[in-house]
């Protein structure tokens, strides 16, 4: 089991860069892929991010793509979000989740089969 703590949120004004950082509890850190979701207000929570539990493959969400990148720190139990040229439609919480690597990474952007959430932590990109 792995418990995760998503940190980082706030307001920045659009145009602006944000990095969150999700530490992860437990040694098996290395066993999990990871991704980031996020929740806008009245919307569904939608796949932002996600990467391969080796940090060898990564995968974007069209909205954010080139914009953002996903990043992972084995040895430091964390994983990152950094995104750049926020837009207010980037205003949502933000939450990153885990799942035991399996042979392959499929389907990375269905949140249904994460197993694990960190509580979330909100940003918020002002006009």
């Known amino acids: 089991q792995v418990q995760l703590k998503d940190t980082g949120g706030g307001l920045v004004q659009a145009g602006g860069s944000l990095t969150l950082s999700c530490a992860a509890s437990?040694?098996?850190?290395?066993?999990?892929?990871m991704a980031w979701f996020r929740r806008a207000p009245g919307k569904d929570r939608e796949f932002v991010a996600a990467?391969?539990?080796?940090?060898?493959?990564?995968y974007y969400a069209d909205s954010v793509k080139g914009r953002s990148t996903i990043s992972r720190d084995n040895a430091d139990n964390t994983v990152y979000l950094q995104m750049n040229s926020l837009k207010p439609e980037d205003t949502a919480v933000y939450y990153c989740?885990?799942?035991?690597?399996?042979?392959?990474?499929?389907?990375?952007?269905?949140?249904?089969?994460?197993?694990?959430w960190g509580q979330g932590t909100q940003v918020t990109v002002s006009s």
């Open positions: 989740a885990a799942r035991r690597a399996a042979v392959s990474f499929v389907d990375p952007e269905d949140r249904h089969r994460y197993d694990y």
């Open positions: 437990g040694r098996t850190f290395a066993r999990y892929d």
């Open positions: 990467i391969r539990w080796s940090g060898g493959n990564t």
